[in-house]
């Protein structure tokens, strides 16, 4: 696949509720993603990522003014616009992974990740054109016009995606009771769930519903998703 094809390729399907309710649609490239995101994290708008493993994102914008020059009443109007990832970040593989994780680790150094005839240059390590072109293609590295190679938000979320996999385990308990005649057993207690990430965190708390335990293991990952927006 030719440099430009994958470079161009879209990100995002993005929906605006404008603030009249206008709705509209529109694609956007990863590029185009990052810098509406970017600066919406710089105008101090909201940027939400959804719990779950879509990989959708929220931004909101709100304005609050006088309804008009000389009137004394106030509204609040809010425009939202609704990323919804082309390539669904479930996809990403641990390879690749591994790969986004190469290119994000020479960011902050005097020698960021390049493309050079399709290979993506990146510290000591490189990826094949193939696997880089795969990629660009969905959205998760970008390259700017100097060359550089990056990590997109797109990427980055699939990373955190990856990182933070929720698990529930399950233990059942047991306790030591004495019968009417003195005789003293174990008999099974109630089953306590346990809320676990691929990351290696560890609730100490039990969970008495299954429930619970999911939703604490979600918190957790959403967690360090919204800390990519901060």
């Known amino acids: 696949m030719p440099a430009t094809a994958a470079t161009v390729a ?14 509209s649609e529109r694609p956007l490239t990863a590029a185009e993603a990052d810098d509406l995101i970017a600066w919406a994290i710089v105008e ?21 003014g006088w309804t008009t020059a000389t009137g004394t009443d106030r509204r609040t109007l809010r425009r939202v616009v609704r990323l919804e990832p082309t390539v669904r970040p479930r996809r990403l593989t641990e390879r690749q992974y591994q790969d986004l994780d190469l290119v994000a680790g020479q960011e902050d150094s005097s020698s960021p990740a390049r493309r050079a005839e399709g290979r993506v240059h990146a510290g000591f390590g490189s990826i ?14 970008i390259e700017d016009p100097d060359g550089t190679v990056l990590v997109s938000f797109a990427g980055r979320v699939a990373m955190v995606l990856h990182q933070h996999r929720t698990e529930t385990g399950h233990m059942g308990t047991h306790k030591e009771i004495t019968r009417a005649d003195g005789v ?10 346990l809320a676990r990430c691929s990351c290696g965190h560890r609730d100490d708390h039990r969970y008495e519903e299954q429930a619970a335990a999911q939703a604490a293991s979600r918190a957790h990952r959403a967690e360090h998703l919204r800390a990519l927006f901060a």
């Open 10 to 23: 879209h990100a995002y399907q993005a929906r605006t509720t404008d603030y009249d309710g206008a709705v």
């Open 44 to 64: 101090k708008d909201k940027v939400v990522p959804d719990p779950d493993r879509s990989g959708r994102l929220t931004i909101t914008r709100t304005i609050t």
């Open 128 to 141: 094949p054109p193939a696997a880089a072109a795969r990629l660009f293609t969905a959205g998760w590295l």
């Open 184 to 193: 003293r057993l174990w008999t099974s207690g109630i089953s306590l769930y």
